[in-house]
């Protein structure tokens, strides 16, 4: 294992493609899903995996969890999960009359919500201030939790029996969102006889380190976003916010976050400064969750990502 932090951008190059490699090695065909879930950790945030059950929502979540050694924590979301479930509870020990805290599994550094959809609303508010300022509140005494600290969260797409809709408060702490998808006919039949004998996950070795993962995330905040640059994300935004088919636009929170992505993306792709390319690439990721469109859109079959394709063509780009 290794055990120091990278300190140059070719070292943290080396450290991002060996880390693309493995999850590559278990979830066949998939390159974009796995840069949006570098992308959402290198930016120091949360990521929403929505689609149909089956296609490796839960793998990739294992895999990065594990070839970066961190410590992981898979809760599956339920309607009768309790928030205490998820943070942990005091515990009284009658003969000695005193009380101690029982940590829940959220004091990890990646938690998968498994269709956290499923949990009612109560229970989805616990990871609210989690997932914001990376502590938690209980009986009055706040904890920090540990540094990095991911929430990956599955949600299935097309089953709505028996769920309760991410309230946008929730939607819009998440980085952004990405689909894994079905694989391609060569990929699927390549993973049948992978998993003929053994299971790739299990051959996941730790490939870095959380503290290289934690320099890398310091790098990324130096990326150079020019202003002009920043001005077009700043013009997108504001144009869902005036779209005639948006009834909710974009969140400052939201602005921030694109930019904390860009970085992410560019550095990703081993460049030093944000172009307009990266706003384009992520602005469907990142924004598509936080853009509600208006009942007379949904009827008409609009929705959220044929507005931000027509915003990010009428939206003049910096040269």
């Known amino acids: 294992m290794i055990e120091a932090a990278v300190s140059t951008p070719t070292e943290s190059g080396a450290v991002l493609d060996r880390l693309r490699k493995t999850l590559a090695g278990v979830i066949r065909g998939k390159p974009e899903a796995i840069d949006l879930l570098l992308v959402g950790a290198l930016s120091g945030g949360h990521v929403l995996i929505e689609d149909v059950p089956g296609v490796g929502k839960t793998t990739l979540a294992k895999s990065f ?34 009380l101690s805290f029982q940590r829940g599994p959220i004091f990890v550094n990646v938690l998968l919500a498994d269709e956290i959809n499923r949990a009612s609303p109560r229970t989805q508010s616990a990871l609210l201030e989690a997932m914001s300022e990376e502590q938690v509140t209980i009986d009055g005494t706040t904890m920090k939790l540990p540094s990095p600290f991911l ?14 809709p991410l309230p946008e408060a929730q939607l819009d702490r998440f980085v952004l969102r990405l689909s894994v998808g079905y694989p391609a006919e060569a990929d699927e039949l390549e993973m049948l006889f992978d998993r003929k004998e053994r299971d ?3 051959a996941v070795h730790p490939v870095a380190t959380r503290a290289e993962l934690i320099t ?5 905040r130096h990326v150079r976003v020019e202003e002009r640059v920043a001005r077009y994300m700043r013009r997108i935004v504001q144009a869902t916010r005036d779209h005639a088919d948006v009834a909710l636009g974009v969140s400052p929170r939201g602005t921030l976050i694109l930019y904390r992505a860009c970085q992410a993306r560019a550095f990703l792709e081993g460049k030093s400064y944000v ?5 384009q690439h992520l602005a469907s990721s990142v924004l598509g969750h936080r853009i509600m469109v208006t009942e007379r859109a949904r009827y008409g079959g609009r ?11 009428a939206t003049s780009v910096p040269l």
Do not use: C, M, W
């Not at 990956?152 to 029996?161: G, K, S």
């Open 151 to 164: 929430v990956l969260a599955t949600q299935n797409p097309v089953d709505f029996q028996g769920t309760y």
């Open 303 to 313: 929705g959220a990502a044929s507005v931000l394709e027509e915003v990010i063509k």
């Open 65 to 98: 969890a594990r070839a970066l050694d961190l410590d992981f924590a898979r809760v599956q979301f339920t309607p009768d999960l309790l928030p205490s479930d998820i943070l942990g509870t005091h515990t009284l020990h009658p003969r000695e009359g005193t």
């Open 275 to 279: 172009t307009p390319d990266d706003v």
């Open 200 to 202: 790739p996950l299990a």
């Open 216 to 220: 890398i995330i310091g790098a990324v």
